[in-house]
């Protein structure tokens, strides 16, 4: 459903959202043992034998958001196709009013739109560098629907316990290392993110994320900088919830 989106948001969203199909076949076993070994260890947990090899996943989230260099709590709905493109829409408030937009890639390239009530423009950005930052986002998140993984290009990673996942999106790679511990579980991944740095040079930039356990109990601890992103940047709360599509299903959990 694309009713409560951003307006701007509805037909990248529709775009991504193909009519429902019948389950699909279930990934390919004999893909993911042709990885290397900490890919085959992740994808083998988050992957059991006979899921459909599901390639597209609808989540919804919660964090925070920076918007006029001051951080609001946000709530959030993705789109995540890994190799195709994402929406990313949320909705927060500044100074009580309620804001609303959306980050995107796609066929067109990249793009952010936000809006003040709807109408006054807060924030748009589009063009190659916007484009080139998206996709790198876009490579970096395939995690989060681990059914699609297999048809990344994988390679040896740079230290034990890692792979390179990569995906060609508008004729860059983009790569991604991620780190397995033993038991399979996906611990870290870190990658180049094209970014405006804090000279204002727009140039790729180190990025790096880890899985961890979320509390309730606990309150989460602010970051110790902003993130170096073209445009908004935002922060989960690290949960999320995976919602059901006739098209989409359920994908594996990420560990």
């Not at 992957?47 to 919660?62: C, D, F, H, I, Q």
């Not at 001051?70 to 709530?75: I, T």
């Not at 408030?93 to 890639?105: E, I, K, N, S, W």
């Amino acid at each position: 459903m694309t009713g409560r989106l951003p307006r701007g948001a509805r037909r990248h969203w529709q775009a991504l959202d193909r009519p429902a199909l019948p389950v699909p076949p279930a990934v390919d076993t004999a893909a993911i043992a042709a990885l290397p070994e900490p890919a085959r260890r992740w994808l083998g947990r988050a992957v059991p034998p006979g899921t459909p090899a599901w390639s597209v996943a609808e989540l919804s989230m919660r964090g925070e958001i920076r918007l006029g260099g001051a951080w609001h709590a946000f709530s959030a709905r993705q789109l995540l196709a890994p190799g195709v493109g994402f929406v990313w829409a949320a909705r927060t408030r500044v100074l009580g009013l309620p804001v609303a937009g959306f980050d995107r890639y796609g066929p067109g390239g990249g793009e952010l739109r936000w809006r003040l009530l709807g109408v006054v423009p807060v924030l748009s950005a589009a063009g190659a560098d916007v484009s080139r930052s998206a996709a790198g986002r876009l490579a970096g998140e395939g995690v989060l629907v681990p059914t699609a993984c297999p048809r990344a290009v994988w390679s040896e990673g740079p230290a034990p316990d890692t792979a390179v996942m990569s995906w060609v999106l508008d004729g860059e790679r983009e790569d991604t290392v991620v780190r397995v511990d033993p038991e399979g579980r996906l611990r870290e991944l870190s990658m180049r993110r094209w970014g405006r740095s804090r000279r204002h040079r727009v140039r790729p930039a180190p990025l790096r994320g880890r899985a961890v356990r979320g509390d309730r109990r606990r309150r989460r601890p602010r970051a110790r900088r902003p993130e170096r992103r073209l445009g908004v940047g935002e922060r989960a709360a690290g949960r999320g919830r995976v919602l059901p599509g006739a098209d989409r299903g359920r994908p594996s959990p990420v560990s």
